[in-house]
């Protein structure tokens, strides 16, 4: 995943923002496959798989990789958010003062 910078370019923003749409989306399309791991795991589970111990940790851990990826994502997008909303007010009050001119 390449890191994405925040920056103070409006459209370099508008740019990343929809990079991240993209990103977003794949994450959408990918929880569905992290609740089927957990479904089987504990379908594995209720069958008194012989490796339970390993089926338990194994599944601990993609979903704590999971949500660590999740929040991380989620601050990204927040951050791009604000970035945009502030650079647009900028540009905005630039905007407004050179038609008050």
Not at 5 to 20: C, G, H, N, Q, S
Not at 21 to 31: F, G, I, R, V
Not at 58 to 67: G, I
Request: glycine fraction near 0%; charge should be negative; include cysteine.
């Amino acid at each position: 995943m390449h890191t994405m910078t925040i920056t103070e370019d409006v459209e370099e923003i508008e740019i990343l923002k929809a990079r991240f749409d993209t990103l977003d989306q794949e994450m959408k399309s990918n929880s569905d496959k992290v609740d089927t791991v957990t479904q089987l795991a504990t379908q594995l589970l209720q069958n008194e798989h012989p490796n339970s111990d390993e089926v338990v940790s194994r599944e601990k851990e993609l979903n704590s990789k999971w949500s660590e990826l999740r929040e991380l994502a989620d601050k990204k997008k927040d951050s791009l958010n604000l970035a945009h909303s502030v650079n647009t007010w900028h540009v905005e009050c630039q905007e407004t003062m050179v038609s008050m001119m």
